[in-house]
């Protein structure tokens, strides 16, 4: 029922760009802040970043300020990452995330990730 359904990734050169876009489904998708998040192997997942709900207030890992863009449509129901200036050490599984923002301890959910592969 619900869903988080990325695309965007695969493989790029160094200073390379992608869009990533998640489309969601099964929820009230207004009343969720909305985030990408990442993982490479060996690693923890890690946030990239996140748009409020309504305020539609971002927040950035310093690693990509400046290069990433994080935006959402709640018509669309749709939240996009906008990525720039690549580089290798981008290289994971990006992860789209949901967060009710009406409540401590509301549901959450994630998508399924998406590869994305910087190398010459």
């Known amino acids: 029922q619900v869903q988080l359904v990325e695309s965007g990734g695969g493989l790029v050169q160094p200073g390379g760009s992608l869009k990533l876009s998640c489309v969601a489904s099964?929820?009230?998708?207004?009343?969720?802040?909305m985030g990408w998040y990442r993982q490479a192997p060996g690693k923890e997942r890690e946030l990239v970043a996140t748009i409020d709900d309504f305020s539609y207030r971002t927040n950035y890992a310093d690693s990509v300020k400046g290069r990433f863009t994080i935006w959402r449509d709640n018509v669309e129901r749709a939240v996009y990452l906008q990525m720039a200036s690549l580089r290798p050490q981008d290289t994971a599984v990006y992860y789209c995330?949901?967060?009710?923002?009406?409540?401590?301890?509301?549901?959450?959910?994630w998508g399924q990730g998406t590869q994305v592969t910087v190398s010459p």
């Open positions: 099964g929820f009230q998708f207004a009343d969720y802040h």
């Open positions: 995330h949901a967060q009710y923002s009406r409540a401590i301890g509301g549901a959450q959910y």
